[in-house]
């Protein structure tokens, strides 16, 4: 009896399968032919997948107070990509009992609607970095990219010393907020003009260039000498106000766990 | 090698070469300051090598061969050296990603050997310099084989092989300038991403002018393999590497895509390079080569229609399960878990019909270390990727995904069966390039067999044990119900593995080292052996080219 | 070539020859259907249950209506359900009442253990015992005050953190501000060491005590025993936050410090807060003999 109903169970995918294996057997004497089927058969996920991502609304939360990374912040970021941290630190709270518990909130899609790309990383040989910003001061930060056994001595993080030496390249800011914007990150022109002077003023709290910061992107800016170096500015201040940031750009995921409870 | 060329064709690739060296200079110019400067340089010394090698030999003695009755092999010889080469530079790189990790401070004091500008090198310089050189070359030998035709063209197989080791090349010295999109196994900046859109349509174009000429009326499923990988990673790359350079005189650039939307598109690419790459084209290889050394039919020519369509359809759903639990929608979510697993089915056809062809060959197997790594590599498929499904189950994904449970995943997959079948078919495959009687050393393909397989072993037990220990302390709770670990006690409690790991990756690497050696030893000293009937067809009476109808 | 017979299997071949290479053509085995049924089925029915295809604008939600978020604010809301009594008697009851309830201590214990770890012993390290530039918290030398209000105050707030109520603690940088000249803060080192009871002679204590009480005692206080309220270290317990050789006593004073110690009211709960200062508390008294 069973037998029976897996029997007729399976005929209509054995019957498909014929069709199927007939069609096959004249396109496999045509290159082209056989080259247009695969191009089909691999199409069909990818578009059923990504396409509606654009579409559906609720993909994207709204979050009206999110704000932009200043120029400074995203040059840290661009040093983060380049020194590979992704591949040791994940950037996302998943939604589960004990990383809620670990980290913080879990991530939202919106917190990374401005990352180009986004960093939500795939190992966790490090703590996730999701929710790094505020939680340490800066020096600690300063002190444990330069040598994180200093500070953890069971750490396998590597020595990022030469980051405190490295002189923050600025002129490219400019050109590299354009590309985002571009790319759908509403920096408007005024932010993309002064990126140079907001990226030094946002590591010189004692000089006048860190007004337009605040201006430009808000009060609740940190404008710090980050890595505690006068004078210059480094791609340690960048890294580090880069860290300091991450989490903070919305309060959204906080008030939307406790909503929904 | 030169010399088999006519002029008119060493016109051409002097003109190809000169115009790279050209762009090299305006790369270089242009992007003085910027690493994208550094590679220019880079482009212009490895044009400047091909005009000279060319220019030395460029009023040669035209070839007076006929081509028609022979295989152009010399591009697959140079092929499997160079795949031989990447391997060596990829696993070392891979032993000492590993030590870093056990011993954090094993490295110079210096930017570019950190952790993090290192490990892909490691993962570009085995997946796409070992693995890619490997398919191109058994690509090159395959689809003349199989089609009993010659490859119609001298200058495009080197455009691709060269062109494609030019962009191996910028990819991984840019990592050590931390030169990177961030984007894994996608991480070279826009101009080598560009850069290897144009090999690639050479390649495929290549692929089907062969496939044109041939005189078999049908095309063997392993071209369909090789097919469904140039054409698929094709629509990928292009896909994935969607960017808005900052400058056109500088190689950082941001993807097109942000967010939820990149996260699915860049493991929409991360699973079918996967899939496409580590997995269709190493098919290719096995459909080949595996039959041809055991010397027995394909099982089932059904089960393999069965299992490439599935392979084709099904694995570009199965992206979503790297993000499970993540900011990306819970329906994407069930569509990678369900997907995974229906995948499966093909999945293991493919492998069973490789073990059943080996039925009625276990002698060969049990006396054979080539066929027993084919083997071997068949058997860790099987395993590769049942466990691929078993990790994309939601919960069980929950314990594993960063953890080095992935990690063990996917090295039971790269070393277990890429690498396996890759030298498997190597072993196969050079002695009869160069006409040899066989391997220099069958003794030493031996000690490569066991020296891998318990590097591979090693490696996989212990990442095994390391993740799911580390998964399970992440969520462990106390009596209490509160949470017992701190992360920094899962760091620790790593270590032990982490030495277990590095010393089975050393294993595999000498291993592979004794395998090159062999290589080059055949070449140099094994006795000669011409190959049976290893010529186009059409030199010869046609057998019977009839088809036989349905 | 024909389609002939396998001797082995006894399959027929598809006739097609590749360079030596046959296929047979073998049917397509029985298990291999029973597979492709029972994982096509077992996926039908996980997308019936859960949200699984898009349509236009929405998705199938699924017929149990589960979504991952709602799921762990459940899961979580019911864990914070299952600690509801544990944590009010942590809320109410005073300190001493919990130390002295075991079974309440057992719990604080082992929470309190991971969140140390997770938060706070990247700085305080995982004993908390301090280190160089973070304060030991298991001895008896407090900045702010031992007691527990005190503490739970420190950790709400922080110090020099972005917390609109932060505590401000600063060592003003008295040489590279030009309040003191080289020579002056040279002098200053020895005196200050002479505080926690090493021998200096008369001549430098004179000089130094003038010094000190003319730029220094007004945080630290007249006999060097410190201010709870500013913050300001007691320099007379041979207790260094900064180390106490000639050279970290020179830069503090030439340099200044301004320790930060992050707010934690925003990231760890009362009860957590609470819990973290019995623990420290707990390790202080495990510390002492
Ligand atoms: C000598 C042998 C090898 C050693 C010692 C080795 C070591 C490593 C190490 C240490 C990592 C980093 C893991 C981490 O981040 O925690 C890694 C990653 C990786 N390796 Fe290997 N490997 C070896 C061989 C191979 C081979 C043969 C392949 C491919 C054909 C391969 C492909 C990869 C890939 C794809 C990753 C990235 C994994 C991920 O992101 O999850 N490896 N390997
Ligand atoms: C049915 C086949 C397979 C399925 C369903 C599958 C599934 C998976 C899953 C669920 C993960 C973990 C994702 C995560 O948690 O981050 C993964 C990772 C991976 N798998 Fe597989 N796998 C399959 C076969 C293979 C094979 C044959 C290879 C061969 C080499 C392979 C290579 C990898 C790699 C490189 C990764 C790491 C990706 C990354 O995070 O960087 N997989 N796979
Ligand atoms: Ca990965
Ligand atoms: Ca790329
Ligand atoms: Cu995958």
């Known amino acids: ?43 069909i996920g990818g578009l059923v997948e990504i396409a509606p991502l654009f579409t559906i609304d609720e993909t994207v939360e709204a979050a009206p107070d999110m704000r932009l990374y200043t120029p400074l912040e995203q040059a840290g970021r661009d040093i983060y990509v380049r020194e590979g941290c992704y591949a040791c630190h994940s950037q996302m709270v998943r939604t589960l009992r004990d990383e809620v518990e670990r980290y913080g909130a879990y991530s939202l899609a919106v917190e990374s609607q401005y990352d180009h790309p986004m960093l939500w990383g795939s190992k966790r040989t490090g703590p996730d970095l999701a929710r790094i910003g505020g939680k340490y001061s800066d020096s600690w930060h300063v002190q444990h990219l330069v040598n994180p056994r200093t500070v953890v001595p069971e750490s396998i993080m590597p020595q990022y010393a030469f980051l405190r030496r ?96 | 090698m030169i010399s088999r060329l006519t002029s008119g064709e060493r016109s051409i690739a002097l003109m190809l070469a000169s115009t790279g060296a050209l762009i090299g200079v305006l790369m270089g110019a242009f992007g003085s300051g910027d690493p994208m400067g550094v590679h220019g340089w880079i482009v212009l010394a490895f044009c400047g090598a091909l005009i000279l090698v060319i220019g030395n ?3 040669d003695p035209e070839p007076s061969e006929d081509r028609t009755l022979s295989y152009y092999d010399d591009p697959t010889k140079a092929g499997l050296i160079i795949a031989l080469s990447w391997a060596v530079v990829g696993m070392g790189m891979g032993v000492w ?55 119609p063209d001298q200058v495009a197989p080197w455009f691709v092989l060269l062109g494609y080791n030019l962009f191996c090349l910028i990819a991984v010295s840019g990592y050590l300038m931390g030169v990177t999109q961030s984007k894994e196994y996608a991480e070279p900046e826009w101009y080598a991403d560009i850069w290897l859109v144009v090999v690639w349509v050479s390649y495929f174009t290549l692929y089907v002018r062969t496939l044109a000429r041939r005189n078999e009326p049908h095309i063997y499923v392993a071209n369909w393999y090789y097919l469904a990988f140039i ?54 290889m096995l459909y080949y080569f595996l039959p041809k050394r055991a010397e027995r039919p394909i099982y089932s020519y059904r089960l393999s229609i069965l299992s490439f369509w599935g392979i084709t359809f099904f694995y570009i759903w199965v992206g979503s399960h790297h993000l499970h639990y993540t900011a990306l929608p819970h329906w994407v979510q069930t569509l990678g878990m369900t997907f995974s697993i229906m995948l499966l089915v093909p999945s293991w056809a493919s492998a069973g019909n490789a073990l059943m062809t080996l039925n ?35 919960p069980v994904n929950g314990l594993s995904h960063y953890t080095d449970w992935t990690v ?36 030493a393909v031996e000690w490569h067999f066991w020296f891998a397989l318990a590097g591979t072993v090693i490696y996989v037990f212990a990442m095994w044990n390391s993740g799911i220990t580390q998964g399970l302390m992440w969520r462990t709770y106390n009596e209490s119900g509160t949470l017992k670990y701190p992360f920094i ?62 | 070539m024909k389609e002939v017979r396998d001797p082995l299997t006894g399959h027929m071949t598809t006739g097609h020859e590749w360079n030596g290479i046959t296929e047979l053509n073998t049917r397509v085995p029985r298990a291999i259907w029973l597979f492709i049924l029972v994982t096509h089925v077992w996926a039908l029915i996980i997308w019936i249950l859960l949200p699984a295809w898009p349509v236009g604008t929405t998705y199938t939600k699924g017929v149990l209506g589960l979504d991952q978020r709602q799921q762990v604010n459940k899961e979580i809301a019911a864990a914070e359900r299952a600690f509801a009594e544990r944590d009010r008697q942590i809320r109410e009851r005073s300190v001493p009442e919990i130390m002295t309830d075991v079974s309440l201590m057992n719990y604080v214990m082992d929470t309190a253990s991971a969140i140390f770890g997770d938060n706070c012993a990247v700085c305080h390290g995982t004993a908390a015992s301090g280190g160089p530039g973070y304060p030991s918290l298991i001895d008896t030398d407090w900045l702010w005050g031992g007691d527990t209000d005190q503490i739970m105050e420190t950790l709400r707030v922080g110090i020099n953190s972005q917390h609109p109520d932060t505590r401000h603690a600063q060592m003003p940088a008295f040489g590279r501000l030009g309040v003191l000249s080289g020579r002056d803060v040279r002098l200053l080192v020895p005196y200050v060491k002479s505080l926690s009871g090493s021998d200096i002679p008369a001549e430098v204590r004179a000089a130094g005590e003038d010094l000190f009480s003319r730029n220094c005692s007004s945080c630290h206080g007249a006999d060097g025993m410190g201010r709870l309220q500013a913050g300001a270290p007691n320099l007379t317990d041979d207790v260094w936050l900064y180390g106490g050789g000639d050279n970290d006593i020179f830069y503090t004073i030439w340099d200044g410090r301004q320790g930060w110690m992050p707010a934690w009211q925003a990231r760890l709960s009362d009860e957590d807060r609470k819990m973290l200062v019995i623990y420290l508390q707990e390790l202080a008294d495990g510390e002492r003999p």
Request: one cysteine or more; aromatic letters at 12%; proline letters at 4%.
């Open chain 1, 1 to 43: 009896m069973l037998m029976k109903i897996i029997r007729v169970l399976i005929k209509p995918f054995a019957s498909l399968y014929e069709a199927h294996a007939v069609a096959h057997y004249r396109i496999e004497r045509h290159s082209m032919g056989l080259s247009i089927g695969i191009i089909i058969a691999a199409a």
């Open chain 1, 166 to 261: 490295a002189v923050l390249e600025t002129q490219s800011l400019p050109g590299r907020l354009e590309a985002l914007r571009r790319a759908g990150v509403p920096y408007k022109a005024d932010m993309i003009s002064s990126a140079e002077v907001d990226a030094a003023g946002q590591a010189k709290p004692d000089s006048d260039l860190a007004d337009g910061v605040f201006e430009r992107y808000g009060e609740e800016t940190a404008i710090r000498n980050f890595d505690g170096q006068d004078g210059r500015v480094t791609e340690m201040d960048a890294l580090v106000a880069y860290l300091q940031v991450l989490g903070q750009l919305t309060d959204l995921p906080e008030s939307n766990s406790a909503r929904d409870e």
């Open chain 2, 57 to 59: 030999n460029f009023y």
């Open chain 2, 97 to 151: 990603v590993a030590c870093q990790l056990a011993w954090p401070d094993f490295r110079f004091e210096n930017a570019w050997s950190s952790f993090g500008r290192i490990r892909p090198v490691h993962t570009t310089g085995i997946i796409f310099g070992f693995g890619g050189n490997a398919l191109i070359a058994t690509s090159f030998h395959i689809m003349q084989r199989t089609s009993r035709a010659r490859i």
């Open chain 2, 231 to 284: 054409l698929v990673m094709a629509v990928l790359h292009v896909v994935n590497n969607l960017a808005l350079p900052a400058s056109f005189s500088g190689a950082k650039s941001y993807s097109v895509f942000g967010g939820v939307q990149d996260a699915m598109t860049q493991w929409w690419y991360g699973h079918n390079a996967v899939a496409f790459f580590l997995t269709s084209g190493f098919l290719g």
């Open chain 2, 360 to 394: 009625g060959a276990w002698n060969k197997v049990r006396d054979d270390a080539a066929l027993r790594f084919m083997m071997i590599a068949a058997v860790f498929y099987g395993l590769s990727t049942f466990e691929g499904s078993f990790l994309a189950i939601r």
């Open chain 2, 408 to 443: 063990g995943h996917v090295h039971a997959g790269a070393m277990g069966w890429v690498a396996f079948i890759t030298f498997g078919s190597i072993y196969t495959l050079a002695p009869i390039l160069w006409k040899r009687a066989g391997m220099y050393s069958a003794k």
């Open chain 2, 489 to 550: 006690d899962t760091v620790v409690a790593m270590r032990p593995y982490y030495i277990a790991r590095a010393f089975g990756g050393l294993l595999f690497l000498s291993g592979a080292c004794i395998g090159f050696w062999n290589v080059v030893m055949t070449i140099r000293r094994a006795p000669l052996k011409e190959p049976e009937r290893d010529y186009p067809m059409n030199s010869e009476e046609p057998q019977v080219a009839a088809v036989a109808g349905k």
